[in-house]
């Protein structure tokens, strides 16, 4: 079955019951495998059979639960083109709606507490229409639309419990011998509905902010992008708009620019703050060949470079959709909530409904009792909340992935949150990993009368015809130390044994580099340095002997190097009492090696790929919570095997589908970040959920009047809807509290 996805905009949700029950309709058409519904970004993402059911389809069934939905104008829309063009929108809307929601709240609290001060029934009769019909619609409009499609929601307990005490005051206005001749007090709850649609407003106010500010990592990844580039076509600088920017394209980066698109450098020098990318602080040097990545910031140098990978393709745009795939998901933990609030309503409205009859019976039906039954039912239906059981988890998934991406990580959603807080136990690759992936230089030993830079000029032309990695580093090496050879090298020989090394004609020399059977087959003398040899051995460094005409000059040491930041990762793993194990292709000897420099107590060596599936699996068999963190390439099996892969890639390769975590610098502490960040998130989502349902589970009762009794207090509506107005904001103020993440 082929499977396609829509993100369809959903229009009218206010709470989880909302989300709930748009959930519940989606998941039950037929064709579709999966659906998501966020209420932070009033949208589902539909995961269906194409030819089973359409897009038409799924927002028909959206429609039948009461809101609206519509198809977007172009289906197939880019998720980078949707998310430039939704938070373009967002920004432009969101000024409006909060002036519209802070002029409302405002109007409201005025005439409320003018309707306190007045007491003129058919003056406060008129006000309270006005702000009914006004400020209140929206929640009257939502509950009869959710009424007519057999739904509740909270829209649906603000409008019975201000509608009811409207309806009260009217009659009470009116016609007050209708409550006299029965024995009751004609009160007037007037300001009661003022108050209680104005601090509702006053909270939706507060928290559309503080929604704004859970999505401002992905709006300034956003916003990065620049929208022209200066192009050299035709011998001439022009300006262009990015669109128009082709693969190939020659363009220029003045410093303190922008890079416009992804490219490669065609020539200059610069540093690039790559820093809302990778979260490196450091700018990183850059010269010709280098890789530059769109959005990131030029520094001191000018840079000409050639467009390679563009709009879709290019690295912000594919880090902008993963990380609005990621903030449009679910985490496990949201169920619980999912199944309160599809029966949170309907218990509610019966709570209120046992709540009026217990006080007329046990009050035995006076007109104090009464009154206390109509003003604790009504306070029951306000200070009811399930808004903040449906922002306790989407808020904090969409800000712990903005701040992963602040620090380097991409985190493919809650779910991918939800195992890494769980993870006991590490798997790292070593290659590339722990170590840099290329091997390097790192001990020169030249023999008595021997100049380092003697050795090189003449070691650095033979081993630059060679393919083979340590070559390669023997070659770097003479580069980074300014060592040219005047002449080339000739007469170049890989000797047949595997491993054994190079020999070549340099000027008069013949030069051969290799190991120490190399050297017994020249008959070349290395006992001189056989103790320095040892040495570097025992550290599981490859020797390279270097000689000419028969003479040993010297020899060098080559090693796939230590990261500069491996050791303290490692080690702050170890601090968060997380086991660490190094698995690894290589041989014994060196792992072990690696293992005693970066404090690695459990090592599995010499495993093929196929091995390294079956060492997590075991690791999982015993119980644990498995993390393999790898390069994405070689170990693709075994970070789909883990239970949370991470991937370390770079700025320009960061779509690697086997992992769950993508950290966009090689640099382990992203790892060690990433989990801790997890553990915080599923922290602050049980606190959330915990809050959620105590705010219900204690201030209901109250509302109700349990405490009346006892202590002769019966909770006012009007404090009852400010209740619930802070609920929902103290949910997402929690959530924010991940932006000030820091971790060691």
Known sequence: MSTARINIPVIGMTCAACQARVQRALAKAPGVEEASVNLLLHNATVDFDPATTSPETLVEAIRETGYDASVPTTPNESAWSLAFAQEEERERGVAAEERRLAWKAGVSLVVGIAAMLVMQPYLMLVLTTAIMIWAGRQFYVRAWSAARH????MNTLIAVGTGSAYLYSLVA???????????????????AVVLIIALILVGNWIEARAKQRTSAALRGLVSLQPKTARVVRGGQELELPIEQVHRGDVFLVRPGERVPVDGVIAS??????????TGESRPVLKHAGDRIVGGTINGSGALHATATTLGEESALARIVTLMRQAQGSRAPIQRLADRVSGVFVPTVIAIAIVTFIVWLVVGHATATAAVHAFAASIAV???????????AVPTAVMVATGKGAELGLLIKGGEALERAGAIDTVVLDKTGTVTEGRPAVTDVVTCSGVRQNDMLRLVAPVERLSEHPLATAIVRYAREHGV?????????????????????????AIVVAGNELLMQAYGVDVRALSADAARVAADAKSVVYVAADDKLLGLMAVADPIRATSVAAIRALGQMGLDVVLLTGDNRPTADAIARETDIDFVVAEVLPEGKVDEVRRLQDEGHVV????????????????????ALGSGTDIAIDASDVTVLRPDLTAVADGIALARRTMRTMRQNLFWAFVYNVVGIPI?????????????????????MALSSVSVVSNSLRLRRFRHG
């Open 268 to 277: 200059g020098e610069s540093s690039v703050d790559e820093s809302m990318l």
């Open 173 to 191: 206005t009116v016609a007050p011998n209708v409550f006299t001749d029965r024995g009751l007090q004609p009160n007037l709850y007037y300001e």
């Open 627 to 646: 993390a393999m963190v790898g390069d994405g390439i070689n170990d693709a099996p075994a970070l789909a095997q883990a239970d949370v892969g991470f």
């Open 703 to 723: 509302a109700a009047g349990v405490l009346y009794p006892f202590f002769g207090v019966l909770l006012s509506p009007v404090i009852a809807s400010a209740a």
């Open 484 to 508: 040219e050879s005047s002449a080339p090298a000739s007469e170049f020989e890989v000797i047949s044994d595997p491993g054994r090394g190079v020999e070549g004609r340099v000027g008069d």
């Open 381 to 391: 239906l306000i200070i009811a909340c399930p808004c903040a059981m449906g922002l």
């Open 150 to 153: 057999g739904g509740s929601d």
